[in-house]
């Protein structure tokens, strides 16, 4: 089971968007529904943003969307803020009871 | 409101045994809708899974640690505890307990909606 492989680095200008891909396999994420997307702040707890692919938990702004095509998710977040500035992690099932996640992605506001 | 806080030794000595508890409250642990798990993140790394457990006792872990990770919960006590042997400077992280849930169907695939702030655990002599 590898991590599932997300961009380094992302950057957007304020008002823009941007969109983060989550990369893995037809075993994990190209099998199954499940994929989430976490945003954790310098020093804070992680946030879950979206869950089985493309839907909001309650109270996180309809300008994050989520995507999924084949093996690969995406994470879109539009009209971009400055709180928006933070690392990124994708999550997947991946068979046979286990949990992956990708290697995270710094988003940066310009 | 659902709160978890992480409790343990901030630092352990290479080859001993790190042991963390993730104490529940504002609900129960005992719900059938839930799993319970930990995660950690390395300096400079992203985060990892460890593993994950049921209110049964039923418990899955990441093939990599498998080797070295128990976990349990206790659900009189409303905590959830790991136990991570034969550690190496590898393993010096934040670790994060969190909840499993919100999803459709089996909750092990559920996402992690409720995370504890996370503890720095060092391995260091």
């Known amino acids: 089971q590898s991590a599932l492989t997300q961009p380094p680095s992302a950057s957007g200008s304020l008002g823009q968007s941007v969109t983060i891909s989550c990369s893995g396999t037809s075993s994990d994420v190209g099998a199954y529904s499940h994929v989430s997307w976490y945003q954790r702040h310098p020093g804070k707890a992680p946030k879950l943003m979206i869950f089985e692919v493309s839907k909001r938990p309650s109270g996180v702004p309809a300008r994050f969307s989520g995507s999924k095509s084949d093996n690969t998710a995406s994470l879109t977040v539009s009209r971009l803020q400055a709180e928006d500035e933070a690392d990124y992690y994708c999550s997947s099932f991946a068979g046979g009871n286990t949990l992956v996640f990708g290697g995270g992605t710094r988003l940066t506001v310009l | 409101q659902l709160l978890l806080q992480e409790s343990g030794p901030l630092l352990v000595k290479p080859s001993e045994t790190l042991s963390l508890t993730c104490i529940v409250s504002g609900d129960s642990m005992s719900s059938d809708s839930f799993y319970w798990a930990w995660v950690r993140q390395p300096p400079g790394a992203g985060l990892e899974w460890i593993g994950s457990?049921?209110?049964?006792?039923?418990?899955y872990y990441s093939p990599s640690l498998k080797s070295r990770v128990a976990m349990s919960a206790d659900t009189s006590k409303s905590q959830f505890s790991l136990r991570l042997s034969s550690v190496t400077a590898a393993d010096t992280a934040i670790y994060y307990c969190?909840?499993?849930?919100?999803?459709?169907?089996?909750?092990?695939?559920?996402?992690?909606?409720?995370w504890g702030r996370g503890t720095t655990v060092t391995v260091s002599s």
């Open positions: 969190a909840r499993q849930g919100g999803g459709t169907g089996w909750p092990f695939r559920s996402p992690m909606d409720v």
């Open positions: 457990i049921y209110h049964t006792g039923s418990s």
